[in-house]
């Protein structure tokens, strides 16, 4: 990677969510993952879990963020190993990976450490199924020298209490972002991101360039 690229990753970032807020971004959030036997490294089998506060809901969605909270959770994402295109970057493919958003009246989610622990995913899925679906083509890019990296997945939603809000648009998302290596104790990485409708050519472009930064 060359140097300054964690700059351009949040640049690239700052980009897509000026983009998403005209209307192009559906969901936005910010969270954290855990994968059997950490991360890295990720071996074939391994399952990685991933839950996050919703910080932005767009039409056609509605929600109430002054009396619920909205949360993710995402689980039964299997790793199919890790592939090393140059000495620097890892990109890893998963299978799988069901996604369900929550809405609670408790605003209560709390990662904690070392998960699955009291309060995860418990906290993340008790309210009710606001809308759920799958993910497909789940694919991490990472930067070993700069222990920072970018994701990306196909969603398609298929069940919850506010699905007939999309009308016949329940395909075609982008689940992507960015994220770093750390805290809180116990999980892996620090994610940032937003689901967004595709075809659209500003974001298809900025997570296009997002990706090349891990291949280089």
């Known amino acids: 990677m060359k ?16 983009a998403g807020a005209h209307a192009a ?29 919703v910080d932005g809901l767009s039409a056609p969605l509605f929600w109430d963020p002054a009396n619920y909270e909205y949360t993710i959770h995402i689980a039964s994402l ?3 190993g890790e592939d090393h295109p140059d000495p620097d970057n890892i990109v890893v493919h998963y299978s799988g990976g069901l996604f369900d958003l ?5 605003v209560n989610s709390d ?24 993910l497909s083509q789940f694919v991490i890019f990472y930067n070993t020298q ?3 990296g970018a994701f990306e997945a196909d969603v398609n939603f298929t069940h919850g209490s506010d699905l007939l809000d ?4 329940t395909t075609g998302y982008t689940f992507g972002g960015v994220f770093l290596f750390g805290t ?14 595709d075809p659209v050519a500003v974001e298809a472009s900025t997570w296009g360039a997002v990706k090349n930064q891990y291949l280089r």
């Open 3 to 18: 140097y300054g690229a964690i700059t351009l990753l949040v640049g690239l970032l700052s980009l897509t969510l000026l």
């Open 25 to 53: 971004s559906l969901i936005d959030y910010v969270g954290f993952s855990y994968e059997r036997n950490g991360f890295p490294p990720s071996d074939v089998g391994d399952d990685l879990s991933f839950v996050a506060i």
């Open 78 to 80: 299997i790793s199919q």
């Open 102 to 106: 929550y809405e609670d009246s408790q």
């Open 111 to 134: 990662p904690g450490f070392n998960p699955p622990n009291d309060t995860v995913p418990s906290t993340y899925i008790d309210g009710s199924l606001y809308l759920g679906g799958n």
């Open 146 to 148: 700069y222990q920072s």
């Open 166 to 169: 999309l009308g016949n648009q």
């Open 184 to 197: 809180p104790e116990g999980y892996d990485l620090q994610w940032d991101g937003q689901i967004l409708l």
